[in-house]
């Protein structure tokens, strides 16, 4: 390797979040990132930026004041109102021009994977997909823990050269701050040259997805696997699921033998959940699995194999048959509850 | 139509091991094949030749053996491919290799579209496409789930969104990257394999680049630095509970009171 020149590292300063949006309403990836830059930013003593692009969000901005932003850059333009690449490339490029913050954390949903990669190109520098943990050292480099191959093994990267430092970061990994009643701090409001705001896409129609209770959003999940052994017996765990306000979910083989739908498969294929409660039941824990649900509060897996490998990342592991224990589970639960 | 699909050789499982003493992963004897995404955008490339004619180029970057994926390709009915092999471009992060890629295609002419997969399954970032499209200077649009419509100068396409699902019409030239399931991707055939086998895979070189600065390939253009990988954790701090059925139910119920989860 030949010597590489680093930047001046004291001219970036500050932490920025990308608020992701659809049509102003903001998606709750963008507080859980607040917290986290909130969190960084103190130990270095920099500032935390948010950066809004969009048309009419400006009104909404003022609402990341609660969550740890301490001030929010928002490019508000009728010609933003529907993501292009090319108008919020331009709009992003701005900031990072004019304001030089050492690193930017970008959801990791569809915007987010289009637009952070692009910035990155851009500036020629390095974006870490995906990371699950994020520090900061006094020199104001991250450290950035992101899974690989599959959730297989963990890499711990830096980008030691380059600034600004870019991070994705899925749903549901970092947690936010509770709203402060407060405000504090300000939105700036920043504007680029419409020669900028031209697209080679149009967008032409935007349709909501079938409306679906998303795993993603649910407090308290009970997940099958292949320890089920007929679909007559998801009336039981339905049973347990309707007593705990639970919504139900499941591993790959079960979507695929079509005892449940695709939009309720848990892990790398699937969806990435959080939920306060996870309750596995007949799950084995494979990495693929294990990588869409680890990061739940608390884990209660119930299988009759001691070796399962769901009991490696289980806070509480129930080593019994399913059919004998889920019965008694339902029964006690209705005395909890009726007491 | 000038397709260009870009592909790469990823290793036959993901169930990889790090050497506990070097923090190393060990590749040394695992098989190779194609990223199983990239095999979508193909089909998609396939599909629209099909319908418009013209022709699908394959491009990989990888070391010689990496062959074996454009040859993988022909055998599925790509037209043309070429490797991108250098020790220069040995231990390249995304920023290189995406800029390495478009060097190359900037060399092999021009294209109408650029097909990715949406990710791979070992470095599994997503982000080579995009950054590919940033330094071809031209629109990309990610997670495509459907091609609505082929139009003389434009695609039609739905693009999926967290909520939502987004209809975009995209000018040529540009890039996609394509989610699974977008099409049944065909198997290689035997036929094609005989028809294939004597053609010749281009191999581009750094000295095939127009940009001959070292420093932005490789180990050397990389910004990112892998300074260790290691296992995922496992929990410590689990407690089991085994016995009869009645006395399961009965602790499990207690824990979930407790902590305040009923
Ligand atoms: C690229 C790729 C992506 C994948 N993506 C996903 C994904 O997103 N999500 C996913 O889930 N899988 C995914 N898989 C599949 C994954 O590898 C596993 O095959 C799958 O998760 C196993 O599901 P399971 O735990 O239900 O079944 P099994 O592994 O068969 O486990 C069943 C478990 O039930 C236990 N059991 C059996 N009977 C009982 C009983 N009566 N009482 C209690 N316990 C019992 C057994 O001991 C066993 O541990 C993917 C695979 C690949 C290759
Ligand atoms: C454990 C680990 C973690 C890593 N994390 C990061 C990281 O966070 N940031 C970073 O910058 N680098 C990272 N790298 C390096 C990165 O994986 C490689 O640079 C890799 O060559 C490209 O990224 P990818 O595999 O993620 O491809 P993706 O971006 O996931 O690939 C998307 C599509 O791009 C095309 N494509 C990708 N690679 C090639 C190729 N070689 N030839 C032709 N087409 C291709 C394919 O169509 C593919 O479907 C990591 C590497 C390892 C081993």
């Known amino acids: 390797e030949e010597e590489r020149a680093t930047v001046d590292k004291s001219q970036w300063k500050g932490i920025c979040v990308y608020v992701d949006h659809v049509d102003g309403e903001i998606h709750p990836v963008t507080m859980e990132l607040l917290g986290k830059a909130r969190e960084l930013a103190d130990q270095v003593n920099f500032p935390v930026h948010a950066l809004f692009i969009g048309s009419q969000v400006t009104d909404s901005a003022a609402e990341l004041l609660h969550y740890g932003a301490d001030k929010v850059y928002c490019y508000d333009d009728p010609a933003l109102k529907d993501f292009r690449i090319e108008p919020y490339a331009a709009a992003f490029e701005d900031y990072i021009r004019k304001v030089q913050p050492s690193s930017i954390l970008v959801g990791a949903t569809t915007v987010g994977r289009s637009l952070a990669p692009r910035m990155a190109a851009r500036f020629r520098t390095g974006l870490t997909a995906d990371c699950t943990v994020l520090e900061i050292k006094e020199n104001t480099d991250l450290v950035q823990i992101r899974p690989a191959f599959g959730g297989n093994i963990m890499a711990q990267i830096k980008t030691p050269h380059t600034r600004p430092q870019l991070a994705t970061v899925r749903y549901k990994v970092m947690n936010a701050l509770p709203r402060k009643a407060e405000a504090s701090g300000e939105v700036i409001v920043c504007t680029v040259p419409q020669e900028k705001m031209v697209s080679r896409i149009k967008v032409l129609e935007v349709r909501p997805k079938e409306k679906e209770t998303s795993i993603s959003d649910a407090e308290t999940i009970i997940a099958v696997g292949r320890g089920v052994k007929g679909e007559k017996d998801m009336a039981m765990v339905e049973e347990l699921a309707d007593l705990l306000g639970a919504q139900i979910a499941g591993t790959r083989p079960l979507v695929e033998s079509g005892w449940l739908d695709t939009r309720r498969q848990i892990g790398l294929s699937g969806r990435t959940v959080k939920p306060k409660l996870i309750i596995t039941l007949g799950i084995s824990g494979s990495v693929q699995f294990a990588a869409g649900m680890k990061s739940s509060d608390y884990i209660f897996a119930v299988n009759c194999d001691e070796k399962a490998s769901i009991f490696d990342i289980a806070h509480y592991g129930i080593v019994g048959d399913l059919y004998e224990v889920l019965p008694e589970l339902i029964r006690r639960i209705k005395m909890e509850k009726e007491a | ?262």
């Open chain 2, 1 to 262: 139509m000038n397709i260009l699909v870009c592909i790469k050789q990823v290793p036959g499982s993901n169930k990889v091991d790090v050497d506990a003493k070097t923090g190393v992963l060990k590749r040394d004897g695992v098989e190779s094949k194609m990223n199983p995404y990239d095999l979508f955008a193909l089909e998609t490339a396939f599909r629209i030749r099909e319908n418009r004619g013209g022709k699908v180029t394959v491009l990989t970057m990888g070391p010689p053996q990496a062959e074996a994926v454009i040859r993988e390709a022909f055998m599925m009915g790509a037209d043309d491919g070429a490797l991108i092999s250098d020790r220069k471009f040995g231990g390249a992060d995304v920023l290189a290799t995406s800029y390495t890629i478009s060097q190359a295609i900037r060399k092999l002419g021009s294209f109408d579209l650029i097909l990715c997969g949406k990710q791979t399954t070992d470095g599994d970032t997503a982000q080579v496409g995009p950054e590919v499209a940033e330094y071809l200077d031209i629109p990309h649009v990610a997670n495509v789930l459907r091609i609505v419509e082929l139009k003389e100068d434009a695609l039609i396409l739905d693009m999926d969104m967290p909520h939502t699902v987004e209809m975009v019409e995209v000018l040529y030239p540009c890039l996609l990257t394509v989610e699974k399931d977008i099409f049944m991707p065909r198997l290689p055939s035997y036929r094609r394999k005989l028809e294939t086998s004597a053609w010749p895979v281009k191999t581009l070189t750094f000295a095939d680049f127009e940009d001959q600065d070292v420093m932005k390939y490789g180990l050397n253009g990389s910004p990112t630095q892998v300074e260790r990988i290691f296992p995922p954790a496992v929990n410590a701090q689990r407690e089991m509970l085994r016995g009869e059925a009645e006395e399961l139910a009965a602790e499990v119920s207690t824990k979930l009171v407790h902590l305040k989860l009923i």
